[in-house]
């Protein structure tokens, strides 16, 4: 199964859809065949589970062009997105401790315990 992307004007993610891979050999065949199916022509990008893109697409997520990687919404303002893998994190780690559950707390830009 092949999974592609819909992206909007600013290159949101708004949708995924599965497509067989007798429909989507190839990524511009995939994108043609759901260009036909929805009689339009939008802006798709194949989805790949195996890190290709470092992330696999959801609803809310940006595709930079640049650097072809899809990155999920940023969870707070302080949290600088790691160029390595496209992800969002925290400016100070998280504890490492198992006896307690934390949560981050922007007004103070910290780790919380909540349990």
Not at 28 to 48: P, S
Request: aromatic share 16%; net charge negative; hydrophobic share 35%.
């Amino acid at each position: 199964m092949a999974y592609f992307a819909k992206l909007d004007e600013n290159n949101v993610v708004t949708t995924v859809v599965v497509v067989s891979d007798t429909d989507a050999p190839t990524e511009q065949a995939g994108i043609d065949w759901l260009n036909n199916l929805y009689n339009e022509t939008a802006n798709w990008r194949e989805g790949y589970e195996d890190g290709r893109r470092y992330n696999f697409p959801s609803a809310g997520f940006t595709y930079d062009v640049q650097v072809d990687a899809f990155i999920p919404p940023k969870p707070y303002p302080s949290w600088l997105l790691n160029t390595n893998n496209y992800q969002w994190e925290p400016p100070v780690p998280r504890p490492n401790d198992p006896d307690h559950m934390y949560k981050w707390d922007e007004a103070t830009e910290s780790w919380v315990i909540i349990g």
